[in-house]
């Protein structure tokens, strides 16, 4: 449970099932707290009972009986929307403040990252606390976690598209800002879409197991001798690359591939993924990480004709950045057609490239335009 007066939200740990039959939204509740303890979970402020960990040797907050929860939680009167706080709108993950959460929020202008691919939570999908992550993204790029109850009424439902605005309560856990929805059919604006199915995309690779239908191939020539692999990494589930091998920069050309995808009967066509770059040469970030995509590849990326699809690259060290809905050139459009990500690194500079959540679907998107690199420049401003 979380209450929220006007000095700030806490969360009341009870280990019961149906909390909400007692304590609907809006129910003021009188807390004995003679008997209880405070503390943190997670680096969440939270109030319960004594629990000691026979395992890791120490005390921590636990979670009260049912029992114990019905004399010290105390329900103050009836229960009333207009007893609820009026939330505080958030605009941007830069509003949000750890001191500011169990309390209740409205994200604005917000859109679901895995919509309409993916419904809430499915059960296959919950972890050890029996929920799924979903992420909802601001307008200025910032995501926060929206996380959801694989028993929810609406675990199953599709994650809806478009921009709107989400109300629910925002919570705390290692860093990590947690945002719950309370009533499916009230916290979410009207501008959403809703989906009845979840789309089955033209082609889609998370890289959580292995590179799927992806394949790694290396070319050499004159003045590139050495190969390295893209591989998947158990520890970040994702595909990597890097030509830093045995210590020592490589220079290598190294084609992350995909199958054949089936773009003869779509009006146009997008693709996206995730993706971190750390150690790079900012200078050349876009010519070393390059999305390309052909009609003619025959299994030797050297022999195939690539055009590059330019797309917002950033080195944000080993931190994910999304690239959007990157529009796939029109003349490809009715094609049967390959993509690939090219990494390049030289002698001296190997950047670590990884991906993840690779996707290639129907739909518009955007191209972008990248910067030129000016063959010289100097800044003499402190001259």
Known sequence: LVIQDATGGIQLNVAGKGQHIYYPLGQKVVVKCDSLFIGGYGKAAQIGVDYFNATKKYHTVGRMSQSKASVVLIPDGAAST??????????????????????????????????????????????????????????????????????????NMVLPGGTGDLTGVMGYYNGTYQFVIRDFTKDLGSTFTQYDKVRVPLYSETFATSLGQMTSKSVTNA?????ADWTHSSSYNCALVSGYIDKTNKAIISYLVSPTVDLTSVKNAFVSFESAINYANTANLAYMHQLLISD????????????????????????????????????????????????????????TWEVRNF?????????????????????????
Request: hydrophobic content about 30%; aromatic content about 12%; proline content about 6%.
């Open 82 to 155: 207009s007893n609820l706080p009026a939330p505080k709108e958030i605009t941007k993950y830069s509003d949000l403040k750890v001191y500011e959460t169990n309390s209740l929020v409205t994200l604005k202008n917000v859109s679901f990252d895995d919509s309409p691919y993916k419904t809430f939570a499915p059960e296959a999908e919950q972890d050890g606390g029996y929920a799924v992550d979903r992420n909802v993204t601001f307008a200025e790029g910032g995501y926060v976690v929206v996380r959801t109850s694989s028993y929810a009424n609406f675990a």
């Open 223 to 227: 003045s590139v001798s050495d190969k």
């Open 296 to 351: 003619n590849y025959s299994g030797d990326p050297a022999t195939a004709t690539w055009t590059v699809i330019p797309f917002d690259v950033q080195s944000k060290g080993f931190t994910f950045f999304k690239t959007g809905k990157v529009a796939i050139p029109t003349t490809y459009i009715g094609k049967k057609v390959t993509l690939a990500l090219r990494y390049k690194s030289t002698t001296a500079k190997a950047s």
């Open 359 to 383: 996707l290639v679907d129907e739909g518009e998107g955007s191209t972008y335009t990248l910067p030129e690199i000016p063959i010289y420049s100097n800044s003499l401003l402190n001259d």
